[in-house]
């Protein structure tokens, strides 16, 4: 028989404070998408491999579809919805990949952002390698990562302009 039983949770999402009445296995993806409406979080594969559904949790990167929401109770979650500043501009890792081609579909992109949000706020100047390492969880199926490269290094530059 199937277990109803919910959790209350409160959680801040994007600096505003939710309180939720989850099920044990509700997803953090699916608690975003569809108890929150913030379809940005894109899912993928739902095991743990693309890294589309990539969101910050406390400021680190987190594989949403293999975090259960109750999970996460009193945590602050950053999703694509809240990486802008909120003052009508893109954040710098956001305008770095309009100007730099990064994406091509957009469906990895919400996850990528995140991911370089976390690792730039980490390492503001990472070398190429790094670079490779810090997205290395994330998967393109559309560009080659050539331009997501580029696009990391820029991010780092308009950071550090903005600074
Ligand atoms: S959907 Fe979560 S890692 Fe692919
Ligand atoms: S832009 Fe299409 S999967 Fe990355």
């Known amino acids: 028989m199937r277990d109803e039983t919910r959790f209350e949770i409160t959680v801040t999402v994007n600096g505003?404070?939710?309180?939720?009445r989850v099920p044990a296995r509700r997803l953090l993806s699916d608690c975003l998408?569809?108890?929150?409406g913030l379809t940005?979080?894109?899912v993928g594969c739902e095991h743990g491999v693309c890294g589309c559904c990539t969101v910050l949790l406390d400021g680190r990167p987190v594989r949403s579809c293999l975090t259960f929401a109750v999970t996460v109770d009193g945590s602050k979650i950053t999703t694509v919805e809240g990486l802008a500043p909120g003052d009508g501009r893109l954040s710098p890792v956001q305008r770095a990949f309009a100007?730099?081609?990064?994406l091509q579909c957009g469906f990895c992109t919400p996850g990528f952002?995140?991911?370089v949000t976390a690792l730039l706020a980490d390492n503001p100047a990472p070398t190429e390698d790094e670079v490779l390492e810090g997205i290395s969880g994330?998967?393109?199926?559309c560009t080659g990562y050539q331009n997501i490269v580029k696009a990391v290094h820029r991010a780092a530059e308009l950071r550090a302009e903005e600074s």
């Open 99 to 102: 100007e730099c081609h990064g």
């Open 16 to 20: 505003a404070a939710r309180r939720l």
């Open 113 to 115: 952002l995140c991911t």
């Open 138 to 141: 994330n998967l393109c199926r």
């Open 33 to 36: 998408r569809h108890d929150l």
């Open 40 to 42: 940005g979080t894109h």
